[in-house]
């Protein structure tokens, strides 16, 4: 079984023990994904693009980061679990898809063109 | 190697071939993710969390927050790649202090000490 | 002058005096932005709609909602200063756009075509 | 009556028409605002702190942006009349915690500092 389903069972079962299935449907799951997300986005808030990189960042930091970017994970899972998504095969459709929509002759080094149409 | 390996590598060829290593500084993949999970929470504001269920969504409905969710793990992996983060090591790591976070019998169908400690 | 503007001001000189318009450039400020919103949704997360509303919280929960809105009006405002928006006409012009996009008649308690159009 | 309550007015009663207030509820502004905050963050995502600047920005994506922040704004004031919360007032009231919490001569040119008192 692959990682992504293997955390998702455990996530399933943490959830069940504690009986917490009531509160966590995809409508509550996707707002506590969103407040997981603000928290990693303050962690870059006031650094300048040179000062996130890994290199800059104190080991302080990077063991916070990456327990924000753990809670996107678990609750991103979690919500797979609810809405029976398997997120592996919808990550590889989504890669094929973007390959489509950017090819790499048109979207060289192309910021404007890139932020113009992912939207 | 497991999916999120498999999955951040190809994303990361995918940049380098478009020449996004530019953009993609680990402040800017931080604001990404969030617009992504901006999008998603989109697709469920309207919605009660009944209609928010699986079985209560249309395929179309499913299709589209499917895509959602691939942006938001696309993105999530690319900044594990820059941030040289194991995606799947952290997320471990983390289901085992939300275990010592929650005790079962103290957690147990609180919603309100759950809402509160998850701070 | 009106009360946006006077925050606006204010909010102004508070980063002067601290030296912090160094960090308040609009990217920043629309991540700061993201990060208040964030905290104010974990606070509605894992009640229902109706545990939401005004009288169903406690006196302690709206204290601290109420904390986290002044939050993001004053990014909100304080990256209006940065990109010298005009506040107060760029929300009547949106109002006047909305009753556009979203003619009474039309409109009316469809919550599934107001969602669509929204996007 | 300041602009805020003659926004928050006007948008009652927009809603009222179109007999959306049933979906409304605080618990879904919160979602909506967080949306609306998503788009907004998209808009500078790519870009540099130097290319988020006003002068940086062309006037296509100053109108768009602008948009983005009344929709925020619109929001934020719908949540506020929902919740029966006095923005001016609650806004007035967090600048001077925040000049109590950030004292001119500590907070002076200091991010770190600031960013880390910000949690």
Known sequence: MDVLKTLQTQLATFASERDWDQFHTPKNLA???????????????????EQSERDALSDEDIRAIEEEMADVLLYLLR???R???DMAAA????????AEKYPIAE????AVKYSRRDK
Do not use: P, Y
């Not at 707002?31 to 693009?49: C, D, K, N, Y």
């Not at 990550?91 to 898809?97: A, E, F, G, H, P």
């Not at 979207?107 to 192309?110: C, D, Q, R, S, T």
């Open 31 to 49: 707002m506590a994904l969103s407040g997981e997300v603000g928290e990693l986005v303050e962690r870059f808030q006031w650094l300048t693009s």
């Open 79 to 81: 919500l797979a679990d």
């Open 83 to 85: 809405l029976r998504v």
């Open 91 to 98: 990550s590889r459709n989504k890669l094929r898809l973007n």
């Open 107 to 110: 979207a060289k080094g192309n």
